[in-house]
C-alpha cells in the first residue's frame, strides 16, 4: 500500500515549465499568428474583391475593408447564371465523384494484396509498384495509351490515368499492415475469404485512411488541370479549372469574349468570384474529413 501511495504521489506531480519552454511556446505563437497572417490577407481580399460593385472607386486596401452593405452579389449572380460556368461545375462534380470511387476502388484492394506478408512475390510486387513512381514514363508515351485507349474526350481521361497514386497506395498498405494480424487469421479459420476478410474486417477498421486518401484523391483531381486540357477537346467537357484559366488569360489579354459571357460585373469581381467558388467543395467536404486527417496520416506513415 506504501509503494502505490507512493507511486501516486509521483505521477501527480506537474512538471513547472521553465523560462526556456515559455521563450519556445512564445516563439510558435508568434510563427503562427504571423503564418494566420499570411493566409488569411490574401483569402480576405479575394472574397471582398468578388463582392465589390462595379462602381467603387479605391484601391485594394480600402476595398478590404469596406462596409457589407456596400457589397454587391452581382459577379456570383453573373456566374450561376452563366450555363458555360454551371456546365463546368457540374464536369469538375463528376470527375471528383467518378475519380475518387475508381481511385478507392482501385487503392484499396491493392493496399490490401500487398499488405500480406504471406503472399508469394510480395517484394516484386512492391518493386513493380515503386518504378513507375521513381521513373516517370513522360507524357508523350501517356497520351498515346489514352488516345488507344479511346478516351479522349471522355471525362475518364482526367482521372483513370492517375487512379492509383504509388504514395497513396503505401501509405494505406502500411495502415494494413498495422492492423493486428490476429484479425485476419481468425476470420480465416472461420473460413472467410480474402475478399470477406477485406470487406468484413479490414475495411470497418479502416475508416480514418479511406477517409484520408479519399481526401488526396479528390483535391488532385478537382485542381486538376493538366489531364484536362490535354484529353478533353471539346468545350461541353471542359471543367472548372480550364474555365478559370480562360476567365483568366481573357481579363488579362484584354479579349472580352469570355469575360463578356457573364454580364456587367467587373472582371477583377468575376475572377475572384470564381476563384472562390471553386474552392467551395472542398472547404465543405475538409470540416467532415478532418477528424480522420491526422489519425489516418499518421497511423499509416508509421511503418513507411
Known sequence: MAKKK???????????PTAADHSFNLVVDVFLVVLLIIIAVPLWS??????????????????MFLAPWNWSTSAYEALLGNAGFILAFGNSIKILIGGVATALLLTIPLAYVLSIHSLPGRRYLNLLIIIPYVFNVGMIPSYLLVTNLGLIDKLAAVFLPGAISTYNCLIMRSFFEGIPNELKESSRIDGATEIQVLLLIILPLSKAIIMTIGLFYGVSFWNDFFHAMLYLNSNKLQPLPILLRNILMASGMNEYVEVNAFGDAPIAAIKAASVFMS??????????????????????????
Request: glycine share 10%; charged share 15%; proline share 5%.
Open 46 to 63: 479575394t472574397i471582398t474583391l468578388s463582392f465589390r460593385p462595379n462602381d467603387y472607386i479605391g484601391n485594394n486596401l480600402e476595398g
Open 6 to 16: 507512493q507511486s501516486n504521489r509521483f505521477t501527480s506531480v506537474a512538471v513547472k
Open 279 to 304: 474552392a467551395i467543395p472542398m472547404v465543405i467536404a475538409y470540416p467532415f474529413i478532418q477528424k480522420y486527417f491526422t489519425k489516418g496520416t499518421l497511423l499509416g506513415s508509421v511503418k513507411g
